[in-house]
T-cell receptor
Framework: QKEVEQDPGPLSVPEGAIVSLNCTYS??????FMWYRQYSRKGPELLMY????GNKEDGRFTAQVDKSSKYISLFIRDSQPSDSATYLC???????????FGQGTTLQVKP | SAVISQKPSRDICQRGTSLTIQCQVD?????MFWYRQQPGQSLTLIAT?????????ESGFVIDKFPISRPNLTFSTLTVSNMSPEDSSIYLC????????????FGPGTRLLVL
């Protein structure tokens, strides 16, 4: 069993839709949770990070963490074609700086 | 945030040769890492680049194959030695700016094809 599980998709939605991306994890020592966006042929770009259970909002993006269920989500409101990318969840125990990544979900937002 | 650059951006190499990838950060970072991303796959940590000492390698990665240097707080190199086609991948470096936030920033990656 992988430490971090993420549905690879692909996920295709119409422009304006609400997108929900999810990851589950098995290591209860993870304390820091991040979402990265990776466009084709580019490096991962940090979108959101959080270290506590609950919601964190930044513009059209909301990150949600449920430590009791070992489940994190990223919601994208009013999705745009420019949101088409691969979204990677990543987690860290916080004492080594090492990130464990999910497989990544490929999202396509159609105009 | 931090801006990270890598050189070369891509290369095509012959098997048995070695390639050194450079990573430069525009600000001092507390930690630097090297990851590998195989086609269509997620990122796998190769090693933590330690300033002035030997890198810390993850399971499955060894110093003889992937020697790493980090002479200062803003620069690191990864060498892929004695390459085979299985080493064809994207190699990414990252920098950890703030230990309190555990946020890492990534370079654009080096695309390596080994023939």
């Amino acid at each position: 069993q992988k430490e971090v599980e993420q549905d690879p998709g692909p996920l295709s939605v119409p422009e304006g839709a609400i997108v929900s991306l999810n990851c589950t994890y098995s290591n209860s020592a993870f304390q820091y949770f991040m979402w990265y966006r990776q466009y084709s042929r580019k490096g991962p770009e940090l979108l959101m990070y959080t270290y506590s259970s609950g919601n964190k909002e930044d513009g059209r993006f909301t990150a949600q963490v449920d430590k009791s269920s070992k489940y994190i989500s990223l919601f994208i409101r009013d999705s745009q074609p420019s949101d088409s990318a691969t979204y990677l969840c990543a987690m860290s125990e916080g004492n080594t700086g090492k990130l464990i990544f999910g497989q990544g979900t490929t999202l396509q937002v159609k105009p | 945030s931090a801006v990270i650059s890598q050189k070369p951006s891509r290369d095509i190499c012959q098997r048995g040769t070695s390639l050194t990838i450079q990573c430069q950060v525009d600000s001092q970072v507390t930690m630097m890492f090297w990851y590998r991303q195989q086609p269509g796959q997620s990122l796998t940590l190769i090693a933590t680049a330690n300033q002035g000492s030997e890198a810390t390698y993850e399971s499955g990665f060894v110093i003889d194959k992937f020697p790493i240097s980090r002479p200062n707080l803003t620069f690191s190199t990864l060498t892929v030695s004695n390459m085979s086609p299985e080493d064809s991948s994207i190699y990414l470096c990252s920098g950890l700016l703030n230990r309190a936030q555990e946020t890492q920033y990534f370079g654009p990656g080096t695309r390596l094809l080994v023939l």
